[in-house]
Each structure stands twice: as structure tokens, then as C-alpha cells.
């Protein structure tokens, strides 16, 4: 996966849950993200950068990328002419569009995502992190390339999307039982 396509996809995402709006959107990324997303090393990221920046302008619009006050964490900026070209050339995930239908129901299950999964293929991985928390991801990243970190609590089930190496980095991070 690189950065284009997860700006695409999380332009899509916020897309499924609120509806289409043309207008810029800001999205938020740390360091260490950008460097798996550009393929990049650190000492290298400006320039990654910067030369991103130009070769997604054609669809991206004036896309800008800057690192915010909170060190290591970046904001890419996306125009409203990028958010209308997603909207106009990208096609909805038909998974996303049913995990959300999901994860949004009151007294949904774990095993309610899982189905939703198996909808789309049998071949899904499904971890428990602790005891309510989980990663659930398919084994083919082309049906969709990341994990859902689902997490329930007195509200219900909450989702987080990550790539497969934030995801690792997360677990790692936090130690699994």
C-alpha cells in the first residue's frame, strides 16, 4: 500500500459514513506512518515529501503535507477539487461500505464483524488482543489491505483501521495476552 491509496481510502471512508462533501479535508498522520506509506527511511521523508506532493497534485489537487506542533505527527492537507476527485473516480469498497453498516448498530457482537468479513472471504484472521479488544483483517490484502482494531466497551464496539505494520507496532506497543 502507499500514500495515495490510503488517502484514497480514508477520503472514501469518511465519504460512506457522512456522505459526499466538496470540501478540503485534513488528515492526520504520524511519522513513522508516512515513512511505511512513501517508502522512505527518516532522513529522507522532506524530500519523500515534496516530490509526493507533486506527483499526486494531478489528482490530489494543491496537496500540502506538514508536520504539526505536536512533533512527529503530520497533517495532509486534501483541497476540495482532490476530495471531488476521489468522490467522481474512486469506487466505494463494497466491505467498508457493509462493515460500517455494521459496526454502527446498536448491540452489534464481535462475531457480527466476523461475519461481515466471511461475507467477503472465509480466509479471515481474527485476533483477540485483550479481553475486549481484537484485530480482525482478511489474509488477502486485496480485498482490503488493513486490520480493524475493534475495541467494546459500554457503548458498543469502536473500530480503528491500521495498516498491517502500525497495527504490529501497536501490539507490540501494548504487549498481548
Given at each position: ?12 471512508e469518511c465519504e460512506i459514513k457522512i456522505g459526499y462533501r466538496e470540501e ?38 494543491g496537496l500540502t503535507i506538514k508536520e504539526t506542533e505536536e512533533k512527529g ?23 467498508l461500505k457493509a462493515f460500517l453498516e455494521e459496526i454502527f448498530n446498536p ?71
Amino acid at each position: 500500500m502507499d500514500l495515495k491509496k490510503n488517502i484514497f481510502d480514508n477520503i472514501k471512508e469518511c465519504e460512506i459514513k457522512i456522505g459526499y462533501r466538496e470540501e478540503d479535508m485534513n488528515l492526520y498522520y504520524p511519522k513513522e506512518s508516512l515513512q511505511e506509506l512513501l517508502l522512505t527511511a527518516e532522513e529522507n521523508l522532506s524530500q519523500a515529501i515534496a516530490a509526493f506532493c507533486e506527483s499526486a497534485g494531478q489528482e490530489l489537487g494543491g496537496l500540502t503535507i506538514k508536520e504539526t506542533e505536536e512533533k512527529g505527527r503530520y497533517c495532509v492537507h486534501v483541497p476540495s477539487e482532490g476530495v471531488r476527485y476521489v468522490h467522481e473516480n474512486v469506487n466505494d469498497s463494497p466491505f467498508l461500505k457493509a462493515f460500517l453498516e455494521e459496526i454502527f448498530n446498536p448491540g452489534n457482537t464481535v462475531d457480527d464483524i466476523v461475519n461481515i468479513f466471511k461475507r467477503f472471504s472465509q480466509d479471515v484472521a481474527v485476533e483477540k488482543i485483550h479481553e475486549h479488544e481484537w484485530g480482525i483483517s482478511f489474509r488477502n490484502p486485496e480485498i482490503d489491505p488493513y486490520v480493524y482494531y475493534l475495541e467494546q466497551d459500554e457503548f458498543g464496539l469502536q473500530y480503528h483501521r491500521f495498516t498491517k505494520k502500525a497495527y504490529d507496532a501497536l501490539k507490540d506497543s501494548q504487549g498481548t495476552e
